[in-house]
Nanobody, 124 residues
Framework: QMQLEESGGGLVQAGDSLRLSCAAS????????MGWFRQAPGKEREFVGA????????RYSDSVKGRFTISRDNARNTVNLQMSSLKPEDTAIYYC?????????????????WGQGTQVTVSS
């Protein structure tokens, strides 16, 4: 069983940058597409971005495209989410997820493993 643990969340001001990390254990991520999702209070969990198994392809939601960047290091079994130009509407709990597939998907149901999340709060 794979375990995922997010870190790097915190309180920042609008326009600031923040880097989230996801550490995997129990199983390598080398053959898995990795995704980031977020959930604000009272709202459904939404797709943020994903990266395929070899870092060749990435996919982002329209709301974060151009501001967020996903990267991975299969040798270290880690995935990162670099966030810039943060907005108050980015405030949410951010989750790291792993899929059995090698290629990107936006559907939460297609991800088999999830972390517990890390809180990101962006003030005005």
């Amino acid at each position: 069983q794979m375990q995922l643990e997010e870190s790097g969340g915190g309180l920042v001001q609008a326009g600031d940058s923040l880097r989230l990390s996801c550490a995997a254990s129990g199983r390598p991520i080398s053959n898995s597409a990795m995704g980031w999702f977020r959930q604000a209070p009272g709202k459904e969990r939404e797709f943020v971005g994903a990266i395929n198994w070899s870092s060749v392809a990435t996919r982002y939601s329209d709301s974060v495209k151009g501001r967020f960047t996903i990267s991975r290091d299969n040798a270290r079994n880690t995935v990162n989410l670099q966030m810039s130009s943060l907005k108050p509407e980015d405030t949410a709990i951010y989750y790291c997820a792993a899929s059995f597939a090698r290629y990107t998907t936006t559907a939460a149901a297609e991800y088999a493993y999830w972390g517990q999340g890390t809180q990101v709060t962006v003030s005005s």
